[in-house]
């Protein structure tokens, strides 16, 4: 009797061990591309937005940066010459001292001799390290040279500027302005009543909001005020302007202006400060844009904090002087950049009108980062922002360091 034969069913240990092996190279295959295609995309949207936030941080500092010195058909260079100042602003107590400005809060915004000034960050000159801690830290005022001033000293619930970052202050009148039909002093009262043409007034407005801050100027002088009244009708915005609110002083003899010239234009006086700051709540780094602005008639200043664009977290700044910065305060502008100084090496001083009066360019470097993650690794370089070496949290975030010069082009010679 032969012994029967049974087929095979089944899979054997080997083929089975075989076929598990193959499937955990083919599992580990697939987990590589879709890492590899994540990655690949997590660095795309990263760049993407750094690129966009960059760009667009960028072209809102420019705009502001390209109108320092505008006070009129002059600018402010010559307007303020030390011989004879053709600048009046009502909100001095006394006329002839810049200094005297209302003593309220962030009255010093209304230090319109400083068409520009900067507030340099300790410890990051060309040529230095900078740490930056993680998160990144909140500076106090006397991290900054000059120390920083109560209008800049961020309050409960707005952002606070980044220890490390440099801080930039302009002023200067808008580029929109309104012809001016009549200009009519009251000698009684030392005000004066102004009529603005209605159609080119509302280009004055910032949201729906009639400015309170603003100046009548032509191509021999400039009057800064706050308007105590404003009325706006079809025929004109009629504004009045009287010894009240932030204005200390009244109009003078020569505080005279000839609207039936057809050269006297009304202008908004605008303030604006750029500083890298941390949301309150989420404690994250932006761009932010301070302005200050007041209602008619009234005493006090208000202060508005706008973010600007985010996953900034550093600004450093280089200003461009005269070569006639130093000299004599009676010397005039040349129109010849020859140096390049933070804003706590500006000739004479970095507190002096005279030196910041010579400054013609302004050098801007930002460090941008992205949202989240999106790179695998740390660069080995540290990114450099204006000379200044960064070093960056290891947070596995893509940076791009973005540079700039700006040209102030009401300071270019010849204006």
Known sequence: MSASRRGQRGLSLIELMVAVALSILLVLGLVQVFAASRASYQMAQGMARTQENGRFAMEYLQRDARMVGHLGCVNDQSRFLPSLPLVGELFLKDRKDFSTVPTVAHGQALRFDYAVQGYDANGTAPGSTLTLAAPLAAGAAGDWSPQLPPMLQAASGEPIPVKGSDILVMRMLSPESAAIASFAPDTATLGVN??????????????????????????????????????????????????????????????????????????????????????????????????????????????????????????????????????????????????????????????????????????????????????????????????????????????AVYETSIALRNRLFGN
């Open 194 to 399: 102004i009529s603005a043409d209605a159609a080119q007034w509302k280009a004055l407005k910032r949201n729906g909001e009639a400015p309170a801050l603003l100046a009548a100027a032509d191509c021999r002088m400039a009057l800064l005020f706050q308007a105590s009244t404003i009325a706006e009708n079809a025929a004109g915005t009629s504004i009045g302007v009287t010894v009240s609110g932030l204005n200390q002083s009244g109009l003078n003899a020569r505080d005279q202006f000839d609207a039936s010239l057809g050269q006297v234009r009304l202008y908004r006086a605008d303030i604006a400060a750029y500083y890298v700051g941390l949301d309150p709540t989420s404690r994250l780094p932006s761009l932010y844009r301070m302005s200050f602005s007041s209602v008619p008639g009234s005493g006090a200043l208000t202060r508005r904090v706008e973010e600007i664009a985010p996953g900034v977290e550093n600004l450093q700044l280089l200003y461009g002087q005269d070569s006639s910065a130093g000299a004599a305060a009676t010397s005039l502008p040349t129109g010849y950049i020859n140096s390049q100084v933070t804003a706590a090496n500006i000739k004479p001083s970095s507190s002096d009108r005279a030196g910041w009066q010579r400054v013609g360019t302004i050098k801007a470097g930002l460090l941008v980062r992205s949202p989240e993650p999106a790179v695998s690794a740390v660069p080995q370089n540290a990114p450099t922002v204006l000379g200044t070496t960064i070093v960056a949290a290891d947070d596995q975030r893509y940076r």
